[in-house]
């Protein structure tokens, strides 16, 4: 095994005979490169967009969501909310209210979601002082209700925050029926605006918070919530907690992880990534075909050395073996170069961000690629190369030795 592998070494960095094969074994290792590369790049670059819309979306999801399994609301006594406040991976449980309503702000109008939540809603929800573009998180102040409107929300309806024109909210009257009247057929309440907040356009463009009793009036809900949203200490498993609440509340309620709350979003953001990864792996099968033309020109190449070790009583299976590890030779060198050269560009985009997205000038909550290097697949990349690798090695050998060699290849 070691005289196969130090003999395939020397055919990998020697002079060949014929120039041609030096250009197309070159060809083999820079196009496993760059199959190699383009694989952990991209990856990379998915990785990053996965995890930077994960954190936008838990600096304002909760980790556990509580609602009702039929119906939009629900008593918090028919629940043994008690016990789940005291498990152990348990650190806030929070009721709140979330319904729509018509917005209106000076001419203009607009459907968004009033959702009603404690004061201290911001330490709850991890929403920081960044998440603030405007004013301040303030839901209450002297008894006075305020809101924090979600900066999709401020745009369409031109929000201010001077204090001198509030915010109108229309909402249909609980047992309101056939065709409403504005004068009768809904409540309405008005609110100033605190401050805007900016987390993710899906969010900024859909909420409005309000304090928790402010909307339970709005609403008419009385007692009823609309969903208990859970906090988690740092570092406790999700599913273990989901697992806990749900065996304490039972079938009456639906509990939901942060996962699950978007669940559709993040299986289409996994199936597009592996979708990618099987893309690319056709490249590299492609790219792989140079290695068997490769191997194909040394083999006839080296019919004279093949003599020798013939006659220096070298058997087939060491001959075969010389060339498999120079098939595997040019496969694992290109995903070396591969996964080097795609972890440093990776690394200069994490560090400098050189690569910018297009036309953003301050839409996003990031101007440039995120990329998000996971040893899981660069593994999974190397042993796909290497496995392309051993595959295109494997069939010249098998099929094409046999006319050098004495004898039959079985």
Known sequence: MKTAFYIARRYLISKKSVNVINIISGISVAGVTVGTFALVAILSVFNGLDSSIKSLFS??????????????????????????????????????????????YSSRQYFATVKGVPPNYNEISRLDTNSITSGRFVLEADQIPFAVVGQGVAYYLSVGLNFSDPIHIYT????????????????????????????????????????????QELFQMGNKVSAV?????????????????????GQKFVVKTQFEQHELFYKVMQSEKWAIFIILGFVLVI??????????????????????????GANQKLIRTIFLFEGWLISLSGAIFGVILGI????????????????????????????????????????????????????PI????????NGPVK
Request: proline content about 4%; overall charge negative.
């Open 398 to 405: 098998r099929f094409i030795s046999g006319k050098y060699l």
């Open 172 to 215: 249909l009257k609980k047992g309101t029926s056939g065709r409403p009247n504005l004068a009768t057929a809904f409540n309405h309440n008005t609110i100033y605006a605190s401050g805007i907040f900016a987390n993710q356009q899906e969010i900024d463009s859909k909420y409005v918070l309000v304090p928790f009793g402010y909307a």
């Open 59 to 104: 600096t304002f999801d909760p980790d556990i969501k509580v609602t009702a399994s039929q119906g939009k609301s629900f008593d918090l006594n028919e629940g043994d909310f008690e016990a789940v406040k005291h498990l152990e991976g348990v650190s806030t449980v929070t009721p709140v209210v979330e319904e729509d309503a018509l917005f209106t």
């Open 287 to 312: 790219a792989s075909f140079n290695i068997l033309g490769s191997l194909s020109m040394l083999i006839i190449d080296k019919k004279a050395d093949i003599a020798v070790l013939q006659s220096m």
């Open 344 to 395: 440093l560009i990776c690394w200069i985009q994490i560090e400098f961000g050189i690569l910018k997205i297009p036309g953003n000038e301050g839409s996003f909550i990031f101007s440039a690629y995120p990329v998000e290097i996971r040893a899981g697949d660069i593994l999974a990349i190397f042993l796909l190369v290497s496995g392309i690798g051993f595959l295109a090695a494997w069939y």
């Open 229 to 249: 949203e859970i906090g988690l200490k740092e570092g406790f498993p999700e599913d273990s907690a989901k697992e806990q609440i749900s065996r304490i509340l």
